[in-house]
């Protein structure tokens, strides 16, 4: 049974950090691409960053880019969100999703090319 355990998120002002974990279980992690998206209320659930496998090709968001960075530990199975210069815009609830094949990576802004999502973590920005 696959398992993705977010955690990390919180309150934080407009201007500040926050970093997102994402601890994966049941399957080999670093076969893997990963990706983070976030769903606001009222939004649809919108892509966020993308890692493949081996965490050298990365896709991000025009929303985002420039201010969060994703990356991956394969040791601990786990993919991480540094989120830098948050805005009251990015306030969501932030998922990990997991890609269905292993060693390839789908089309990352596409949810149907996960399988297995986390439960997400709430990230709430202050104006």
């Known amino acids: 049974q696959v398992q993705l355990a977010e955690s990390g998120g919180g309150l934080v002002q407009a201007g500040g950090s926050l970093r997102l974990s994402c601890a994966a279980s049941?399957?080999?992690?670093?076969?893997?691409?990963m990706g983070w998206f976030r769903q606001a209320p009222g939004k649809e659930r919108e892509f966020v960053a993308g890692i493949n496998w081996i965490g050298g090709i990365i896709t991000y968001a025009d929303s985002v880019k420039g201010r969060f960075t994703i990356s991956r530990d394969n040791a601990k199975n786990t993919v991480y969100l540094q989120m830098n210069s948050l805005k009251p815009e990015d306030t969501a609830v932030y998922y990990c999703a997991s890609q269905k094949r292993p060693n390839y990576c789908g089309y990352y802004y596409d949810k149907g090319q996960y399988d297995y999502w986390g439960q997400g973590t709430q990230v709430t920005v202050s104006s």
């Open positions: 049941g399957r080999t992690f670093s076969s893997y691409c």
